[in-house]
């Protein structure tokens, strides 16, 4: 029976469910690849049309004739997602509960079960979504010409105030969520607007009075509401690209890790990168106390230029609306001090860090983010739009009525200015070429803002929003978003500069390798060879009979679920390549053959150990499979220094087990213990969660208890008192701050 013949049988049955038990009863349909892929290619349209039967029939006939692979491809693809179908979850249901029906008998495997289940828990909150979604819709109709610029002034303004969001504010009030929050949110809101509303020519123009009201709640309604949706497709990420797995309860859905180790291992990932940032600040300012001039600052020398009447170029124009423009004066001294040729101090954590993050050598003067900007550049422009923003700022505090104040921020604050113009304000700190570069990385097209353009909006990452007017080529710029965005991440992403490095001249690759040598390790990089078939490991190194293989993977900091995705399917990656090897090498004749090669002379069998050496902090201390998953700097810090901090004005701990690094301290390090064991056991269950209508979408999650992670330390390990905490160069194991 071919694959036609099989589905209409299928669409004889009078029921999902009967479809199920009919495809059971036949025999595997024959279908080539090309007749299988145009089957799967009408599947969304089926869905979308709210055609059950057509698409419940085209799933079963796929999941019989190959199930394993076709489920990959579906979960993959994100094919039973509510939000693909505005969050019409009811074809979906049906689908999935006939497809759980198929898989009591047909072989598919408990991983792929359990993503079903997990599917058909969270679509349980479909319903309550639609139902926000909707509203978001009309509330947007209502307000289409005033919507996106009064929207884009508020998450605006919590950027300009440094707005970090309080969990002991409601969640239904903005005061709740950060500023990155209501960014993400606002662009869920564009996104929206695109595709059921329309982004009109002129939607630039203008803003909406009524936001400025004390007693506004339709705008910040918006924003909360869209952070809510945000969550659920956070969620759906999780289950069609991660290990996490959904359960329904009375209250909702709990999405958690189906392996708790590693939500544990993601969650300690973000409290290390949140710790160290505050470690590089506080050993920046006791190096400036301590070893190093004072660095000028930004906002000390902005100050200088405000006494002297700069304020004076923000100016009030009444037509066609009340609003502030600024009229920058090409002041010689005023463009010296934006074009100064180092960071500020304001700038040097952000500087110092990404020049750890990016493995750089603490004798590097610059880093480069795209084919011709620098790390100083972006620094640079983010000065011009700290100017604006600053200007904007002072200007608005001297206007007295709270009401009209708030009126003139939502009208004023977002530049709305053509790309020429931007262009000429660049060019006061970089060459044309570099200007057009910038905006380029920087901005959202017009094609990315028309229906059907399935583009995802990140507001951080492309904060030069094109307009849609035909009249001239506009871009609407929110200042602060620009001047307090990370936009050393967002241009390096955006211009793909680490995938044009090669993997032997990968800088983290590099520093792991360098710090292997220091401890006394035979290591080589990059070598190719025959192991069942032309291959090239990242790293071999070997001392006192181990021998260590590394697969490297140079993943940015995940900050979403989407990009926590890619840094996962690269540590799968990983697995795979140290699986081949670790194989290979478990018969001693391969080791003499690749020890001869390496011109390594040594004993054999060597202990063969293997580990996924991450950029990133998320998923250290995890296991794929038999691997371990480490982080580059903390690795390196137990080749070379072997002690971690605990916070200012407390003495460091020594977690090797003597004096000097021994390779038993490694092997600590890979079996989970040590230092690694001590921070893993500090982090607490914790749930975090919104509410949707009158169902709740939880996650189960973890946090360090600081106190409990810093007893530990102090029992577990020797205090060392002759060594400084710094992260200079090569970073320490993260540091646990809690004095700070």
């Not at 508020?154 to 009030?173: C, L, P």
């Not at 662009?187 to 607007?193: E, V």
């Not at 189906?258 to 290390?272: C, N």
């Not at 040598?517 to 290591?523: I, S």
Request: one cysteine or more; proline letters at 4%.
């Amino acid at each position: 029976m071919n694959l036609s013949e099989f589905i209409a049988e299928l669409l004889n049955e009078p029921s999902l469910a009967a479809m199920a038990a009919g495809a059971l009863a036949m025999s595997v349909p024959v279908a080539t690849n090309k007749e299988s892929k145009a089957l799967y290619k009408l599947l969304p349209e089926q869905i979308a049309a709210n055609d059950r039967r057509n698409a419940g029939a085209s799933v079963l006939a796929l999941l019989r004739l190959d199930g394993s692979v076709w489920l990959a491809r579906m979960r993959n693809d994100g094919l039973f997602r509510a939000s693909r179908y505005g969050f019409d979850g009811a074809c979906l249901k049906k689908i999935v509960a006939a497809a759980l029906d198929l898989s009591v008998a047909a072989p598919l495997p408990h991983e792929q079960i359990q993503y079903l289940e997990s599917v058909q828990a969270l679509l349980e909150l479909a319903r309550p979504a639609r139902q926000i979604h909707r509203s978001i819709v009309d509330r947007l109709k209502t307000r289409k010409g005033a919507a996106l610029k009064t929207l884009l002034a508020s998450v605006n303004y919590s950027f300009s105030v440094d707005w970090i969001g309080s969990d002991k504010v409601d969640e239904s009030h903005l005061l709740r969520w950060s500023a990155t929050d209501l960014a993400s949110a606002f662009s869920r809101l564009y996104m929206i607007l695109r595709d059921d509303v329309g982004i009109g020519a002129r939607m630039w123009n203008l803003t909406d009075d009524h936001a400025a009201s004390p007693h506004e709640g339709i705008y910040s309604s918006l924003l909360v509401d869209a952070v809510r949706i945000n969550e659920l497709i956070d969620a759906e990420v999780l289950l069609d690209g991660l290990p996490y797995k959904a359960i329904a309860n009375h209250a909702g859905v709990l999405v958690s890790a189906i392996d708790p180790e590693f939500e544990r291992s993601v969650r300690l990932g973000y409290v290390q990168t949140d710790l160290q940032g505050l470690v590089r600040v506080a050993s920046f300012m006791q190096d400036l106390d301590e070893d190093r001039p004072m660095l000028p600052s930004f906002q000390e020398g902005l100050s200088v230029f405000l006494d002297a009447g700069l304020l004076e170029c923000v100016m009030l124009k009444e037509k066609p609306f009340a609003r502030f423009v600024i009229a920058l004066p090409e002041l010689p001294p005023l463009i010296d001090f934006l074009n100064f040729d180092a960071p500020f101090r304001e700038e040097f954590p952000l500087f110092q860090g990404a020049m750890i993050d990016n493995f750089q050598s603490p004798n590097s003067a610059t880093l480069q983010v795209s084919e011709h900007l620098s790390i100083m550049d972006l620094f640079k422009a983010q000065r011009l739009f700290n100017l604006v923003d600053t200007l904007f700022r002072k200007k608005l505090e001297t206007v007295d009525n709270v009401v009209t104040r708030r009126v003139l921020t939502l009208q004023s604050t977002v530049m709305v200015i053509q790309s020429a113009d931007l262009r000429r304000m660049l060019q006061v700190m970089m060459s044309p070429e570099k200007a057009q570069e910038l905006i380029s990385l920087l901005s959202l097209p017009t094609k990315n803002s028309t229906a059907g353009a399935n583009f995802y909006v990140d507001l951080q990452y492309r904060p030069f929003v094109h307009s849609l007017n035909p009249t001239g080529d506009y871009i609407a710029i929110p200042p602060a978003i620009v001047s307090k965005s990370n936009l050393v991440r967002s241009v390096m992403y955006a211009s793909g500069v680490k995938k044009s490095i090669a993997a032997a001249d990968d800088p983290m690759q590099l520093a792991v390798a360098a710090a292997l040598r220091e401890a006394g390790f035979l290591v080589r990089e990059s070598f190719e060879f025959n192991i069942d078939g032309d291959r090239e490991t990242d790293i071999f190194c070997y001392r006192d009979g181990v021998l260590v293989v590394i697969e490297c993977k140079n993943a940015y900091h995940p900050c979403s679920p989407h990009e926590l995705r890619n840094s996962y399917d690269l540590v799968l990656t990983g697995e795979t390549q140290l699986d081949i090897r670790a194989q290979w090498l478990a018969n001693p004749n391969n080791q003499i053959r690749l020890f001869k090669a390496l011109g390594w002379e040594v004993a054999t069998p060597a202990r063969v150990r293997t580990c996924v050496v991450t950029a990133n902090r998320a998923l250290s201390g995890y296991h794929c499979g038999p691997h371990p998953v480490r982080q580059a700097h903390e690795l390196i810090n137990v080749l070379v220094r072997g002690y971690v901090g605990r916070g200012a004005g407390k003495s460091l701990c020594r977690f090797w087990r003597n004096e000097a690094f021994d390779v038993v301290d490694l092997l600590d390090y890979l079996d989970g213990k040590s230092v690694l064991q001590t921070q893993h056991a500090a982090m607490v269950p914790a749930i975090r969660g919104v509410t949707l209508k009158d169902r709740r979408l939880e996650f189960a999650q973890f946090e360090m208890d600081l106190s409990d992670m810093d007893r530990r330390l102090e029992e577990s390990f020797n205090t060392v008192h002759d060594a400084k905490v710094s992260d200079s160069g090569n970073e320490l194991l993260e540091q646990k701050v809690d004095a700070l």
